[in-house]
T-cell receptor
Framework: GAGVSQSPSNKVTEKGKDVELRCDPI?????LYWYRQSLGQGLEFLIY????????KSGLPSDRFSAERTGGSVSTLTIQRTQQEDSAVYLC????????????FGQGTRLTVV | SQQGEEDPQALSIQEGENATMNCSYK?????LQWYRQNSGRGLVHLIL?????REKHSGRLRVTLDTSKKSSSLLITASRAADTASYFC????????????FGGGTRLMVKP
């Protein structure tokens, strides 16, 4: 597809379980972002990948959160031992990279921890 | 910490009226972007304004940028019910300015 694809679109998990969220960026985009958005709130930056550089993980809220980007393309955000406060929409975006370039967003994964 | 902050947080207007949303930021930037979000899902890019531009138009959208005040405004003219959405400003951060950070957004409701 031409856009950023995220899966699953919705995920309900039990507290304490691990979850993996997937993002397929637009082909050729070197930059990839993960954001988290709680209900009615703004976007909280989580992590940023740019090409082969070390990712900027400064936004990850705890060591339960990690992300990988394989082959400079697909990215997986993993949340271990999920907590109820992890419930949110997780948004992925990609861009061509470079200063302040336009970001293209996926439709997000709505995570609910029960 | 967030770079941009929008105000108001929420705005309710009648169809046909104009809607103005403001964004303030903290550090020097080369450009500022506005995005729209429907129903709490993916954001869509609306417009980008560069630091050497003071005003930019796109259809019914008008964006201004005042670098001396570190602020921007988004004006939607002749609003429609379909403009109901949340609007976010985004500014570059990080050493190379590659990362985008977003404000808390303005939730706009346009009543028919």
């Amino acid at each position: 597809g031409a856009g950023v694809s995220q899966s699953p679109s919705n995920k309900v998990t039990e507290k304490g379980k691990d979850v993996e969220l997937r993002c397929d960026p637009i082909s050729g985009h070197t930059a990839l972002y993960w954001y988290r958005q709680s209900l009615g709130q703004g976007l909280e930056f989580l992590i940023y990948f740019q090409g082969n550089s070390a990712p900027d993980k400064s936004g990850l809220p705890s060591d339960r959160f990690s992300a990988e980007r394989t082959g400079g393309s697909v990215s997986t955000l993993t949340i271990q031992r999920t907590q109820q406060e992890d419930s949110a929409v997780y948004l992925c975006a990609s861009s061509l990279g470079g200063y302040g370039t336009e970001a293209f967003f996926g439709q997000g994964t709505r995570l609910t921890v029960v | 910490s967030q770079q941009g902050e929008e105000d108001p947080q929420a705005l309710s207007i009648q169809e046909g009226e104009n809607a103005t949303m403001n964004c303030s930021y903290k550090t020097s930037i080369n450009n500022l972007q506005w995005y729209r979000q429907n129903s709490g899902r993916g954001l869509v890019h609306l417009i980008l304004i560069r630091s050497n531009e003071r005003e930019k138009h796109s259809g019914r959208l008008r964006v201004t940028l005042d670098t001396s005040k570190k602020s921007s405004s988004l004006l939607i003219t002749a609003s429609r019910a379909a403009d109901t959405a949340s609007y976010f400003c985004a500014t570059p951060m990080g050493d190379a300015g590659n990362m985008l950070t977003f404000g808390g957004g303005t939730r706009l409701m346009v009543k028919p």
